[in-house]
């Protein structure tokens, strides 16, 4: 995986990491969300971030057995 320039993002509401340059936000994982007019990428405490990139989420780890 690399990262991608965010105009190339899934805006479908996906899980994704974005990455910021403000030193706050660094990598979160947020989906893109619409409400009343308003879109942004927002992590799962609802707040917005304005990322520069991101990647898909790798797959969770296998139980092992």
Same mark, same amino acid.
């Given at each position: 995986m690399t990262w991608q320039p965010i105009e190339t993002a899934p805006k479908d509401g996906t899980s994704i990491l =974005? %990455? &910021?340059n403000a030193d706050a936000d660094g990598v979160v =994982? %947020?989906?893109w969300f619409k409400y009343n007019g308003? %879109? %942004?990428f927002?992590?799962?405490d609802a707040d917005p971030h304005?990322? &520069?990139h991101w990647m898909p989420?790798?797959?969770p780890p296998k139980?092992?057995?």
């Amino acid at each position: 995986m690399t990262w991608q320039p965010i105009e190339t993002a899934p805006k479908d509401g996906t899980s994704i990491l =974005i %990455a &910021t340059n403000a030193d706050a936000d660094g990598v979160v =994982i %947020a989906r893109w969300f619409k409400y009343n007019g308003l %879109a %942004a990428f927002r992590d799962g405490d609802a707040d917005p971030h304005s990322p &520069t990139h991101w990647m898909p989420l790798p797959n969770p780890p296998k139980e092992e057995k």
